[in-house]
């Protein structure tokens, strides 16, 4: 079964950083393309980033050269570092991957920016 942990959420400061990371387990993560999403209150859930298994990496445009995708295959494990950070941000940050076994959302990490 597919598990996938999301944390590093938290209140941050405009312009601050964040670092967000999701544990996978139950998969060969490396064969998996992956993603992170956001869901703003009120919202529907939007891609942020994406990475696929050979490292080739997208952004939604608004991120472009602020937020950084990145996989570590040996741990298993998603990373977003978010810089720059902007009150626009502010949301749910989910990852899941590409493929029908990523079927559910986990909890999420919040990241709530604001002065």
């Known amino acids: 079964q597919v598990q996938l942990v999301e944390s590093g959420g938290g209140l941050v400061q405009p312009g601050g950083s964040l670092r967000l990371s999701c544990a996978a387990s139950g998969i060969i993560f490396s064969l998996y393309d992956m993603a992170w999403y956001r869901q703003a209150p009120g919202e529907e859930r939007d891609l942020v980033a994406g990475?696929?298994?050979?490292?080739?990496?997208h952004y939604e445009d608004s991120v472009k050269g602020r937020f950084t995708i990145s996989r570590d295959n040996a741990k298993k494990t998603l990373s977003l570092q978010m810089n720059s950070l902007k009150p626009a941000y502010t949301a749910v940050y989910s990852c899941?991957?590409?493929?029908?076994?990523?079927?559910?959302w986990g909890q999420g990490t919040q990241v709530t920016v604001s002065s």
């Open positions: 899941t991957g590409v493929g029908p076994r990523f079927a559910s």
């Open positions: 990475i696929e298994a050979d490292g080739s990496t």
